[in-house]
């Protein structure tokens, strides 16, 4: 069992930037692909960004060039830095790893007020 807490959620104004971070509680973090979702009310939870073991990335197009995921193995740590937030991109945002089964953190609120 992998126990993932995200932080760093809240209010910013359109165009602003915010920094979410999830850390996992286990001893081989480097083995774990690691992902963001989103969810937003009354719509499915959808992708938002992944980062490979190895550190390869992928982003879904509408936060292309505007988010960047990392990860800090010796922290246990995943990072989302957001720039130029849109009203759109108001969710909630889940941390996910998965080896063979997905772990989920419990979420954390992001509003972009217009």
């Known amino acids: 069992q992998v126990q993932l807490v995200e932080s760093g959620g809240g209010l910013v104004q359109s165009g602003g930037s915010l920094r979410l971070s999830c850390t996992a509680s286990?001893?081989?973090?480097?083995?774990?692909?690691m992902a963001w979702y989103r969810q937003a009310p009354g719509k499915q939870r959808e992708l938002v960004a992944a980062?490979?073991?190895?550190?390869?990335?992928n982003y879904a197009d509408p936060v292309k060039g505007r988010f960047t995921m990392s990860r800090d193995n010796a922290k246990n740590t995943v990072y989302l830095q957001m720039n130029s937030l849109k009203p759109e991109d108001t969710a909630v945002y889940y941390c996910?790893?998965?080896?063979?089964?997905?772990?989920w953190g419990q979420g954390t609120q992001v509003t972009v007020s217009s």
């Open positions: 996910n790893a998965r080896r063979v089964v997905d772990f």
């Open positions: 980062i490979s073991r190895g550190g390869n990335t």
């Open positions: 286990t001893n081989i973090f480097s083995a774990y692909a």
